[in-house]
C-alpha cells in the first residue's frame, strides 16, 4: 500500500510520505487489516482491533458472511505529529477511530502551527475531539452547499479562530 501512495505523490515536491502511523507517543505497535475472502481492506486498517474488525461487521454488504471475515496484524512503528511535521497548514486525518490520539500527539503542531484540519467523523469520538480542539481555540465547520459551523456528514474541518476570516473570502 506505502509503495503504490509514494508514486501517487512522488511528484509533489511539498508531500511527504512516511511508512509510519501517527499516534499519541512513539513505540511499536499492532496494526490491524481486515481481510474478507482473502481481499484486504487496508483502508479499515488500525491500531485498534475492533475498529479494524466492526466497520465490516456494522456495515455489512450484500451477501456478506461474518465467518469469512479475519484480521491480519502487522507491527508497524508509530510516531507523534509533533515528532514527524515541522511546519503545516493543512492536515488531514481518517484513522478509524484514532483521530484523538494523532492529536494529543500533535499539541506542539497545534499551537505553533495552527493549520486547519480536516477530520473524518467517527461518532465514537466526535465530542471529544470537538472538545480536545476547542481547549486549542479551534471551531468545528461543515461544507454543503455553503460554510457553517457545526459538524459535517462524513468530514469535518476545524479551523483556528485565528484564522477564520480565511472562510469569509
Known sequence: VFNILYRSIMKYDNVTARQLALGENDGIHTLYIPYYRNIAFD???SLSRDEAYNWLID???IFFDKKKLWIKK???LVSTLDRQVQAADFIKIDAQGLELEILKGGTRTLRNCQPMIMIENNPNN????????DSY?????RFT???SRGFGEINTIYIPRSKEYCIHK
Open 126 to 133: 466526535m465530542r471529544e475531539i470537538y472538545d480536545f480542539l
Open 59 to 61: 456495515h455489512p454488504f
Open 145 to 147: 452547499d455553503r460554510i
Open 74 to 76: 502487522f507491527s508497524v
Open 43 to 45: 483502508g479499515l486498517a
Open 137 to 141: 481555540r479551534y471551531d468545528s465547520y
